[in-house]
């Protein structure tokens, strides 16, 4: 009887550091993938940034296409009203 006993103590105690085992490697896993999505959301922020910046690059590029359009349209007119 006292033999079981302490073999049922020994199994539990050997279960016992096998699930300790798997918390602590979910544990580490967690920390692993917090890092990483750390690391991902100031990834993602750079990028946001950079994309509102040639956002308005573009824009006003557009604009002054559109500026310069108008003007060599203008242009084009005055010349053909000073030939004629």
């Known amino acids: 009887m006292l033999f079981k006993s302490i073999d049922a103590i ?3 105690k050997n279960l016992q550091d096998k699930y ?3 918390v602590n490697e ?3 896993h967690i920390a692993e993938l ?3 999505k750390f690391n991902n959301d100031i990834s ?3 990028n946001i ?3 509102d910046t ?3 690059d573009l824009k006003e ?3 002054v296409k559109s500026r310069l359009e108008s003007e060599k349209m203008f242009t084009i007119l005055q010349s053909k009203n000073q030939i004629t």
């Open 26 to 28: 979910q544990q580490k």
């Open 34 to 36: 917090m890092e990483e």
């Open 49 to 51: 940034d950079l994309r």
């Open 61 to 63: 590029m557009c604009q």
């Open 54 to 56: 040639y956002r308005d």
């Open 10 to 12: 020994s199994n539990a």
């Open 20 to 22: 300790e085992f798997q």
């Open 44 to 46: 993602l922020k750079v």
